[in-house]
């Protein structure tokens, strides 16, 4: 047989050869290359490396009791964090998507096919069994082969030192240069990888060695370790590989691009009927075994690689960044952002999360049927559980990815600049009853009423550290309308709600000051705007002139349906290691963020806003049940929102462009004409149609709701006894100044019966029209 010389490899590829043309020598010319290779080559390093180590080489450095005298080596090295392909899970268990910076599934020997494991070892290293660390029969092999080619075709690595060299790879991670440092073949790195050979084959056995290779090394294709090969190339565990698909992987070590069976598939059957000829050699298969496995087609059932959350389904890709965003800063998974980025990257996860997809579906067909890709503007949609935070949707019209011109985006404009989103949007009169809250928390009574003129100037207004002052009073810019000129006072909290009044509540939250409505704020998870930057306590503040997230919306809406108590968002709810172990998690944060007695007021009065005479009165679900909820619309109606709930489900809407801020005036979206967009006209039928379908299989939860008298008639002699500002005084009409209008100290809920569950809402004036809202 003619000699053969080695193909080029991307890593140590052991003794496997192809024919090559004889070079007839000398042995004196045996001997000069020799020198020639112990001088240039790569592989000199090996073999000096090997010649100048302690003694025990002089003897026999295979010999594992040549490992005496070196120093312990790093447990990474005996069992290693290999990065591994991270799985993310709905609360029902289905895949949600794939994410790895390596795809790896790391498994125990008993779970790799035994031909696979036979195959690996005779084509790398068919004497891994009986030589230690270093085979010295082996150098000796490397030192007439390359001496008869006159070049470093062949090497003498054992399956150890690749097993090393790979590990010092897998360390290096991403960073090029570390990369290309641990690939050097420098004669310093050469001793130290023997070193740590040698006294692996102390510490552990034989079969462990192996495991741990199959487990680290690469097979293309973005495959690492023979679990994720098996998979990618032949659809199935690597517990199940047959004989030509384990000789086939087995081959495919050497060079993955050479013998790539997708791009070079006649080049990867003959590598693998060479994998096949040395099992044979070995004695681990017979000849009739091989010329079976020879005879079959290589019967790829390649999967390409799928990673990360662009390959999420059903619009959960936002959903999915999300999650990473959460294991990114959440200090339960690592004190340090560094700490937490390396259990991202490192991977092994499996994470259960909160994602009901049932609800997603709902969501995600609402925002996506209602505007199309295409529009000028889009729609976002997140749920919420009441009492707990959990996300159970988060849906927006735009897919998740990076082709622009598909439409494509990776803001989630669901979330907050931090968790991958963007500035937020303006959410209009969805603020107003956060002021609602904080003035009943300060002790107004529900019946509290103001002349609420049609138009009015910014009053001066109490902050946390002194005192908001309007420059521009008499001004256009210095005051504030309402949207429709039929809006003119006097309304009580019930009316003003339905009718989303602003000039109601620019005096309800002159009488608080701006820091209550700010501190309310903050106790319901509104920390700041949606770009990090703190609220500012500017009269506009209760109007909703400043940015939020849809996420940030529902949540406020989901602690009034909790009866006060808001929860922070959790997007988790449980996590555990490949092999079973947990992980610790964010647990739920809860607290009250105002009494259930003040949550019972506001809910009563949203539940107005979705009856007769609000602005969301045709909001109805289908089965009919309770639902409340505020309308918003900001200027020029660049955004509109509706956010409502029922007593277990909470979602906002969001409609308008992240981007250019279109005004939604003579606008086409969904394929239907809009003159002019509202809260309730545009947002609101998402919601509508997302909502109903969400709570089909939830059962009812009614809210616990009080009676709130009507205002008094508008012909009752009502007086405004300071300015244009105060509240309202009525003759013969209930007051509404410090004992309200039962008796009972400001502040204090009325107890009356509770409101019936139906369809009737507040009394409203009977000439007055939907006004959208600002």
């Known amino acids: 047989m003619s000699p053969k010389s080695r193909i080029p490899a991307a890593s140590d590829p052991g003794d496997t050869w192809v024919p090559r043309p004889r070079r007839r020598e000398t042995p004196l010319g045996i001997l000069g290359h020799a020198a020639t290779f112990l001088g240039a080559s790569a592989l000199g390093g090996v073999l000096l490396a090997g010649l100048i180590l302690p003694a025990a080489g002089a003897v026999g450095l295979g010999a594992k009791s040549g490992a005496e005298g070196f120093e312990s080596i790093p447990d990474d090295f005996r069992t290693p964090p290999l990065t ?76 150890t030192q690749q097993y090393v060299k790979n590990v010092n790879v897998e360390k290096a991670g991403d960073d090029a240069d570390a990369v290309r440092e641990a690939q050097r073949k420098t004669l310093g790195r050469k001793i130290q990888e023997l070193r740590y050979a040698i006294k ?119 959903f999915c960044d999300y999650v990473r965003h959460v294991v990114k800063q959440d200090p339960v998974f690592g004190k340090s952002s560094a700490e937490r980025k390396k259990l991202w990257d490192t991977g092994g996860l499996n994470i259960y999360t909160t994602l009901d997809p049932d609800k997603q579906a709902a969501a995600q067909n609402a925002v996506s049927t ?49 968790m991958g989103g963007g500035i937020g949007f303006q959410p209009g009169s969805n603020f107003k009853p956060i002021v609602a809250a904080a003035a009943l928390e300060a002790g107004l009574p529900p019946t509290q009423r103001y002349d609420s003129p049609n138009r009015m100037d910014w009053p001066t207004t109490k902050t946390c550290d002194g005192t908001w002052k309007n420059l521009n009073k008499g001004k256009k810019d210095g005051s504030i309308p309402n949207e429709s000129p039929s809006e003119v006072g006097p309304y009580d909290l019930k009316q003003a709600m339905a009718l989303s009044v602003n000039t109601y509540f620019v005096q309800m939250e002159q009488e608080i000051g701006l820091c209550a409505v700010k501190q309310m ?54 996590i555990t290691t490949v092999d079973g172990a947990d992980v610790p998690v964010p647990q739920a944060r809860c607290a009250p963020a105002m009494s259930e007695s003040t949550a019972d007021v506001i809910n009563s009065v949203l539940l107005g806003v979705t009856e007769k005479g609000g602005t969301a009165r045709d909001l109805n679900l289908d089965d009919r049940r309770q639902i409340a909820g505020k309308t918003g619309t ?25 981007g250019t801020k279109v005004p939604m005036r003579n606008i086409r979206i969904g394929g239907r004409y809009q003159a002019e967009v509202f809260g309730a006209t545009g947002p609101g039928p998402i919601w509508q149609q997302a909502m109903s379908d969400a709570v089909r299989d939830m059962p009812e939860q009614p809210f616990t709701t009080v009676y709130i008298p009507d205002p008094p008639r508008r012909d009752a002699g009502c007086t405004t006894p300071s300015g244009s500002t105060g509240p309202v005084t009525c003759t013969g009409a209930p007051t509404t100044g410090g004992q309200g209008n039962t008796g009972r100290p400001r502040g204090t809920a009325p107890t009356g019966p509770t409101a019936p569950s139906g369809r009737t809402g507040p009394a409203v004036p009977p000439d007055a029209t939907d006004p959208g809202d600002q």
């Open 84 to 159: 591994q392909a991270t799985q993310i899970f709905d609360a029902k268990g289905g895949l949600i998507a794939k994410v790895f910076e390596r795809d790896r599934t790391v498994i125990p020997a008993d779970q790799m096919s035994p031909l696979i494991r036979t195959a690996q070892v005779d084509i790398e290293d068919a004497r891994f069994y009986e030589h230690g660390a270093v085979d010295l029969k082996g150098i000796l092999r490397a030192i007439t082969k390359n001496a008869e080619s006159g070049a470093a075709v062949q090497g003498a690595s054992t399956l």
């Open 370 to 418: 209602k505007v199309y890709v295409t529009d000028p503007v889009s729609a976002a949609m997140t749920m919420v559980e009441p009492g707990s935070g959990k996300i159970l949707a988060m849906a927006q019209t735009r897919p998740y990815g990076l082709a622009k011109e598909k439409n494509e985006t990776v803001v989630n404009y669901n979330v907050d600049a931090a």
């Open 634 to 658: 900001t200027d020029e109606k660049k955004s509109a929102w509706f956010t409502g709930y029922t007593g277990n489900l909470a979602g906002s809407v969001w409609l308008g462009s992240p």
């Open 200 to 318: 692996l084959e102390e510490d552990l056995t034989k079969e462990q060695i192996l495991t741990n290779y199959l487990n680290i090394t690469f097979y293309g294709h973005q495959a690492y370790g023979i679990q994720a090969a098996s998979q990618r190339y032949f659809s199935k565990d690597a517990k199940d590989l047959s004989l030509p698909e384990a000789a086939m992987l087995a081959g495919l070590v050497q060079n993955p691009s050479q013998y790539d069976p997708k791009l070079h598939p006649v080049a990867a059957q003959k590598r693998r009927d060479t994998v096949i000829d040395k099992m044979v050699e070995n004695k681990h298969i017979t000849a009739e075994q091989a010329r079976q496995a020879k005879a079959a087609p290589l019967g790829l059932n390649y999967k390409d690689p799928r990673n990360g959350c662009i390959t999420a389904q059903a619009g959960m890709g936002f």
């Open 521 to 574: 704020a903050n106790k319901l998870g509104m920390e700041g705007k949606a770009d990090g930057s703190p609220l500012e306590e500017l009269p506009g503040l209760g109007l909703g002139t400043q940015e939020v997230s849809p996420l940030t919306m529902a949540n406020v809406y989901a602690a009034f349906a909790a009866r006060g108590t808001y929860c922070a968002p959790l997007a988790i709810n449980r």
